[in-house]
């Protein structure tokens, strides 16, 4: 593997040795808590909670969706400390001092469950159990997800900015 990293230039800076159980384990568990769950649902909430305080659709939509990339862009460029280096003083005091309380102490331990079920096997039960049944809950879970007024809002949205390239085709 290093000889074909290097081989493909992606060495030194793109790699480091892990065991194969640590990067499967790593790599299941950020899709759940972070990336493709834990993210989602913070997006989610967010939306909702200033869509059901009465803001305009359009406005929660661009405040709790379309910044994340922006702010994921600079994390990715600057690190955490270089985000914040970045942004206003009321997006730096605001995130420094509210972002524990939507993050805390709950989350953690549903974090520690989540890693703890993904390294006893039940998540992989969970997962074969559900694709031996032909994925009915994956497949209500997905549908539900997209009959979310925020995926609407973002269709429409997306379609007025020609400049994005991804398109709302759906992959399994």
Known sequence: ?????LAIGAAPTAIFETTFQQECEADLFGEQAVLCGGLVELIRAAYETLAAAGFDEQMAYFECV?????????????????????ISTAARFGGLTRGPRVIGEEARAA???????????QFAKELEADAKAGGPLAARLQAAEAAHPLEAVGRRLRKAMPWLEAGDEQED
């Not at 593997?1 to 990293?5: E, G």
């Not at 994340?68 to 994390?75: A, E, G, N, R």
């Not at 690190?79 to 914040?84: C, D, N, P, Q, T």
Request: proline letters at 0%.
């Open 1 to 5: 593997a290093r000889a074909y990293a």
């Open 66 to 86: 379309h910044e994340v990339k922006l702010i994921v862009d600079l994390i990715h460029e600057r690190g955490i400390a270089g985000m914040r280096a970045g």
């Open 111 to 121: 974090m520690r469950k989540i890693l703890a079920e993904i390294q006893s096997g």
